[in-house]
């Protein structure tokens, strides 16, 4: 826990920027009736019924300090799939950054070795002095902000059916736009001191 909130702490470092990465699914769910559209004084009327579509994964990139994130929507969550989100961000997101420390839980494949399923060693290796993980604690994802980000896009974007992964894609990519234009950051106040007074039940007591 004091590892993350001591990231948080630290000053904007573009050579060594800290993202916040994790990831959610939404269920595609279509109309069997046109719904009725709102008006003035009715809210928008939907059918009961509904056709499931499947689902997406969606992977969310944020750096809080740096006002940027970014939605990458896939079919699955594999380890291949994690290693692929982790080469575009070192290759093409961050491409001048000496490393790229990550915030990240303890999925089981958020590891390292989901480079080396997706790519040769070298290339895996290549990758992976680009990166630094640093896991929350079990039962404590909410200490990574990633957190807060999916939860601004799940207000904003992702309420109410979704029947395609077209216009799924088309309203992360508004909401994505929209809020990195206006650098819209997060305002983190938890600090490791915090933790020790409010959190001290989880400290071990020192032998003596």
């Keep these: 826990m004091e590892d993350v ?3 948080y702490e630290e000053e904007y470092d573009a050579e060594r920027p800290v993202v916040c ?29 509904y056709r499931r579509n499947g689902s997406r994964n969606l992977f969310m990139f944020c750096e809080p300090k740096g006002g940027w994130r970014h939605v990458e929507v896939t079919e699955r969550r594999t380890a291949v799939d994690f290693a692929e989100q982790m080469r575009w961000l070192v290759d093409e997101a961050y491409p001048d950054a000496k490393v790229v420390r990550v915030v990240l839980d303890n999925l089981n494949t958020h590891k390292f070795g ?24 079990k039962h404590g994802s909410w200490l990574n902000m990633a957190e807060i980000e999916l939860s601004v896009f799940g207000k904003q974007c992702l309420r109410g059916r979704i029947g395609d992964e077209q216009t799924l894609r088309l309203h992360i990519a508004a909401l994505e736009r929209e809020r990195n234009s206006v650098g819209a950051t997060i305002d983190w106040r938890f600090s490791s001191q915090d933790a020790r007074v409010k959190l001290n039940r989880v400290y071990p007591e020192p032998k003596l």
């Design 21 to 49: 990465f994790d990831e959610t699914s939404k269920q595609l769910i279509g109309h069997i009736r046109e719904p009725i559209g709102a008006k003035s004084g009715s809210p928008q009327r939907y059918d009961y019924e």
């Design 5 to 7: 909130l001591d990231l």
């Design 114 to 137: 989901s480079l080396y399923e997706a790519y040769e060693p070298v290339e895996a290796r290549r990758i992976a002095r680009r990166l630094e993980f640093h896991y929350t604690p």
